[in-house]
């Protein structure tokens, strides 16, 4: 699997549980750090948990590794480092407050209509 298919995984399973707002930031020639960044939110610590769940277990399945998953436990803002994509999983109050979106401006956003369920 190549980069774009791994963000096409990881959009995927964030939308199979829900995931609100779901957005890509394509950091390429901005940060060092990734490729992409992928942003979305729950609406509680559950579904919080939940969505970061499913993105970890459906990399795995699909030949990936996780580099590093914080912030798991108190589902606030659960960061998932699967290398060429940083998965951004926020509660909602967590994410208007830190909005990468406006921090990240300059980022051009990353087409993912295809991946979503209409």
């Not at 940060?31 to 277990?57: P, T, W």
């Not at 909602?92 to 980022?107: F, Q, T, V």
């Amino acid at each position: 699997m190549n980069e774009r298919e791994l963000l096409q995984t990881a959009v995927k399973a964030a939308d199979d549980k829900r995931a609100e707002d779901i957005l890509v930031l394509n950091m390429k020639g901005i940060s060092l750090v990734a490729d992409y960044f992928m942003i979305c939110h729950g609406n509680s610590d559950k579904q919080v948990q939940a969505i970061a769940r499913e993105i970890k277990d459906k990399a795995e399945e699909n030949g990936y590794d996780i580099n590093r998953m914080e912030g798991f436990d108190e589902a606030r803002w659960i960061l998932i480092d699967l290398g060429d994509v940083i998965a951004h999983v926020f509660h909602r109050d967590e994410r208007s407050y830190y909005n990468l979106e406006r921090l990240w401006g300059d980022a051009p956003l990353e087409n993912i209509e295809s991946e979503l369920t209409p």
